[in-house]
T-cell receptor, first 117, second 111 residues
Framework: NAGVMQNPRHLVRRRGQEARLRCSPMKGHSHVYWYRQLPEEGLKFMVYLQKENIIDESGMPKERFSAEFPKEGPSILRIQQVVRGDSAAYFC???????????????FGAGTRLSVL | GDSVTQMEGPVTLSEEAFLTINCTYTATGYPSLFWYVQYPGEGLQLLLKATKADDKGSNKGFEATYRKETTSFHLEKGSVQVSDSAVYFCALHTNAGKSTFGDGTTLTVKP
């Protein structure tokens, strides 16, 4: 059973370009979470999605950032018009259906490291 | 809102030393508490968890007890190894699915 797959592992963008980060959850998982880890800092929650629904996006910046988890295909975190401050590691995690809430365990991908030049 | 406060690092220990990494939290309701470990260049891996007060989570020699009265979930290990060198994150997960992580504590174990 493959784990959470994120791609690309490394992404380089120039200021003003768009960044698209992909996350394929573990097989059978229907809950996806995105986190950002800035250099020398901890993980910050960004958004929690279930298939075709955004459940909690309280950690998402109000502008330029969006996330989706379509019925088919991976979850996408999209950053428009990137700026240098967006440089960070972005981690995706997934959990199985029916276990959303405090007892669930989140399984993490290896992350996408975004560098904005 | 919810918050998790971890002992600041970095922490440097000699092999076989005793480890404690403090973690305290504030949350509404009754969250579950977790410790995750992150090795260089990798994502987080679950280390242990506790879902209710007085539960003790344990794995690979690490332990942590969910203390509701002190709102704490301190991580301990009796004898660390060089291979335990990593960043450790304390986290809470709530009913709503939202997760809050501490800032992480970097542990370096020297032979």
């Amino acid at each position: 059973n493959a784990g959470v797959m994120q791609n690309p592992r490394h992404l380089v963008r120039r200021r003003g370009q768009e960044a698209r980060l992909r996350c394929s959850p573990m097989k059978g998982h229907s809950h996806v979470y995105w986190y950002r880890q800035l250099p020398e800092e901890g993980l910050k929650f960004m958004v929690y999605l279930q298939k075709e629904n955004i459940i909690d996006e309280s950690g998402m910046p109000k502008e330029r950032f969006s996330a989706e988890f379509p019925k088919e295909g991976p979850s996408i975190l999209r950053i428009q018009q990137v700026v240098r401050g967006d440089s960070a590691a972005y981690f995706c995690a997934s959990s199985p259906p029916g276990t959303g809430g405090p007892k669930n365990i989140q399984y993490f991908g290896a992350g996408t490291r975004l560098s904005v030049l | 809102g919810d918050s998790v406060t971890q002992m600041e690092g970095p922490v440097t220990l000699s092999e076989e030393a005793f480890l404690t990494i403090n973690c305290t939290y504030t949350a509404t309701g009754y969250p579950s508490l977790f410790w995750y470990v992150q090795y260089p260049g990798e994502g987080l891996q679950l280390l242990l968890k506790a879902t209710k007060a007085d539960d003790k989570g344990s794995n690979k020699g690490f332990e942590a007890t969910y203390r509701k009265e002190t709102t704490s979930f301190h991580l301990e290990k009796g004898s660390v190894q060089v291979s335990d060198s990593a960043v450790y994150f304390c986290a809470l997960h709530t009913n709503a699915g939202k997760s809050t992580f501490g800032d992480g504590t970097t542990l370096t174990v020297k032979p």
